[in-house]
């Protein structure tokens, strides 16, 4: 495959010129500025652009003959960009055109994370914090790629709900309709018994699905540990009473559309009194009853609620159920389906939106091994491989 190389005195240009001659299909390999006097043609203005790129293998004719040229072309096409993604990028990129001007390899990296489902302002950000468009600094691609994944992973926090080592943990989780909570439940409570050897029981408080209950009894038999129903506060009472002794109780509850306030309203009236409360806890320390030193009411407690969110869900519908779950003091986001998009994004888009650490990532439907405690590296695999 033959690689051609383009200049220009704009970068626009120089996009141009690879269009006409290669198509819209056309692989870019690289771009960079090269300074007037250097090797360059002597274009009027003071700085000219190259950019190497060569004919899309589809378009040569060239019949790809086996594997190994399609996983090549695969490969190569995730690291670059066609010249219909880079033209779409300019013509959106706006106050960054003078950017991209001083350091073209910088278009490369932001097609990267726009790719990766990340929405265009927090790409832009990324790439200025990690230092894209510094007046002086034109940073080899390699670098620049280096110091914009360290933005990413500054905008990541973790956290294991279970690692502490402060007593019982009792974990609620809570989010919208169909999003993985009632399997993250099994998978967690697998993977903290057999694999942690923890003692562990359940509570499912879902009072709107028959189903529900029977869905989280399942899980329980399989794994010999106890379920109770809780639809109400003395059965709640009664069920984390009957698991006192348990080293980690997890509650599966009821998933809410996230724009019935109502029904989250009733959850958190439900839960509210054992709850860890951040926001709150300045609040509650006059009230009668309540444990400054855990952050909630009564002898059990406090239960951590942990947001359980989709990956494939868009980034306004995240927010929003980001915003109404607040009510409940969410203390971790867990996102699921992440196997079911390739623009997993959205993760980082939420963090930019409401900062907060991220527990665990669900990769698949099976049960126990589709998920993975939350690590900065694993969550940076997850965009960018
Ligand atoms: N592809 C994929 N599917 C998942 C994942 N987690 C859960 N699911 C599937 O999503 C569907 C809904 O899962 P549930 O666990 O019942 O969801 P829920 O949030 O408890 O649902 P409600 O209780 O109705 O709100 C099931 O078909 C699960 O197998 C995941 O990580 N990837
Ligand atoms: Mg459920």
């Known amino acids: 495959m033959k690689v051609k190389k383009y200049q220009a005195g704009t970068i626009h240009d120089a996009v141009n010129l690879v269009k006409q001659e290669l198509g819209p299909e056309a692989l870019i390999l690289s771009t960079r500025k090269m300074r007037a006097g250097k090797g360059a043609p002597s274009y009027k203005a003071q700085e000219s652009f190259e950019i190497a790129a060569m004919p899309s293998p589809s378009s040569t004719g060239r019949a790809l003959t086996d594997e190994r040229d399609h996983g090549f072309l695969d490969s190569l096409k995730s690291e670059l960009m066609s010249i219909k993604e880079m033209i779409f990028l300019l013509s959106r990129s706006g106050r960054l055109e003078e950017g991209f001007r001083l350091n073209p390899g910088a278009i490369e990296v932001y097609g990267r994370l726009i790719r990766s489902g990340i929405a265009e302002p927090y790409a832009q950000l990324l790439l200025e914090n990690g230092g894209a468009f510094k007046e002086n600094g034109e940073l080899p691609s390699k670098d620049l790629h280096e110091r914009v994944f360290k933005e990413v992973m500054k905008v990541i ?10 007593g019982q943990v009792i974990s609620a989780l809570i989010g919208p309709t169909g999003v993985g909570k ?9 993977n903290l018994s057999l694999k942690q050897k923890k003692s562990v029981g359940l509570i499912s408080i879902d ?17 010999g540990i106890p379920c109770f129903a809780a639809l109400n506060g003395a059965e709640l009472e009664f069920a984390l009473s009957r698991m006192k002794e348990k080293d980690v109780i997890l509650m599966d509850t009821a998933g809410h559309g996230h724009y019935d306030v109502e029904r989250i309203e009733g959850l958190r009236e439900l839960i509210g009194n054992y709850l860890f409360s951040r926001r709150s806890r300045r609040l509650r320390q006059s009230s009668p009853g309540y444990d400054g030193r855990k952050g909630c009411f009564g002898e059990v407690g406090p239960v951590r609620s942990h947001l359980v969110l989709s990956a494939v869900t868009n980034e306004l519908e995240t927010e929003r159920a980001a915003k109404n779950f607040g009510r409940l003091d969410f203390s971790s986001y867990i996102f699921t389906k992440t196997d079911e998009t390739q623009a997993r994004g959205v993760i980082i888009n939420q963090l930019f939106k409401l900062r907060m650490p991220i527990s665990f990532v669900t990769t698949g439907q099976r049960v126990p091994e589709d998920i993975f405690k939350a690590t900065k590296t694993g969550i940076l695999r997850l965009l960018f491989n």
Not at 157 to 166: C, G, I, L, M, R
Not at 182 to 190: G, M, S
Not at 207 to 223: E, H, M, S, T, W
């Open 157 to 166: 926090e973790v956290t294991d709900p279970f690692s502490h080592d402060q």
């Open 182 to 190: 009632t399997t993250t439940i099994a998978k967690l409570a697998a």
């Open 207 to 223: 009072n709107y699905r028959i189903a529900a209950v029977d869905q989280l009894k399942i899980y329980a038999g399989i794994l």
